[in-house]
């Protein structure tokens, strides 16, 4: 099965995201390429508002991740509530 990733700058704003993608997706891995957090996962990979939420402990714009995020592959499905990231093939 074809990965799915997703790579934002390793910064305080970007870290809240990156522990809610891992406690949302618990196939995925984290690597730590200079200056980066990159996160694979087998096939499918979601980003949820609420988990970020929950992190942050204030609402939060799912929109906001695109300040950070440096590169992702996959194709990709957007809304209010969720961001995500999958790959047939």
Same mark, same amino acid.
């Given at each position: 099965? &074809?990965?799915?990733?997703? %790579?934002?700058?390793?910064?305080? $704003?970007?870290? !809240?995201?990156?522990?809610?993608? +891992?406690?949302?997706?618990?196939? %995925?891995?984290?690597?730590? !390429? !200079?200056? +980066?957090?990159?996160? #694979? %996962? !087998? *096939?499918? +990979? &979601?980003?949820?508002? &609420?988990?970020? $939420?929950?992190? /942050?402990?204030?609402?939060?714009?799912?929109?906001?991740?695109?300040?950070?995020?440096? /590169?992702? &592959?996959?194709?990709?499905? #957007?809304?209010?509530?969720?961001?995500?990231? /999958?790959?047939? *093939?």
């Amino acid at each position: 099965m &074809s990965k799915v990733f997703i %790579a934002f700058q390793d910064n305080e $704003e970007s870290r !809240p995201v990156v522990d809610a993608i +891992l406690a949302d997706n618990p196939a %995925a891995d984290a690597t730590y !390429p !200079p200056g +980066l957090v990159r996160i #694979e %996962a !087998p *096939g499918h +990979l &979601s980003i949820r508002r &609420s988990s970020i $939420e929950a992190q /942050t402990g204030q609402d939060y714009d799912l929109q906001q991740i695109h300040i950070n995020l440096v /590169t992702l &592959s996959g194709n990709v499905d #957007e809304s209010d509530d969720e961001f995500s990231l /999958t790959w047939n *093939g």
